[in-house]
């Protein structure tokens, strides 16, 4: 089992930066791709950025290349999504995830946070 524990978010004027944590826990967390979801209202959750557990692989969706960069500290267990130039349209519930294989981390990974609220004002 993993466990993933978000912190980081609120509200943030649009144009400004955010960065979201993600403190794992459970099983070797250097050995599992990561990424973020996230779903706004009346809309599906969609994948955002994603990790390998080396750090050689990234993934973004295409709304946020650019503006969010996805690392990670194996030696904090800790995952992090740094956002700037902000939107209105990021606003969303934000979810870290977690899955032992990199095809699946943006697709139906196994474990996930509870989630968080990101909201831009305009």
């Known amino acids: 089992q993993v466990q993933l524990v978000e912190s980081g978010g609120g509200l943030v004027q649009a144009g400004g930066s955010l960065r979201l944590s993600c403190a794992a826990s459970?099983?070797?967390?250097?050995?599992?791709?990561m990424g973020w979801f996230r779903q706004a209202p009346g809309k599906e959750r969609e994948p955002v950025a994603a990790?390998?557990?080396?750090?050689?692989?990234?993934y973004y969706t295409d709304s946020v290349k650019g503006r969010f960069t996805i690392s990670r500290d194996n030696t904090k267990n800790t995952l992090y999504l740094q956002m700037t130039s902000l939107k209105p349209e990021d606003t969303a519930i934000y979810y870290c995830?977690?899955?032992?294989?990199?095809?699946?981390?943006?697709?139906?990974?196994?474990?996930w946070g509870q989630g968080l609220q990101v909201t831009v004002s305009s």
């Open positions: 995830v977690a899955d032992s294989k990199w095809a699946t981390i943006a697709g139906t990974p196994e474990y």
């Open positions: 459970g099983r070797t967390f250097g050995r599992f791709a």
């Open positions: 990790i390998s557990w080396s750090a050689i692989y990234t």
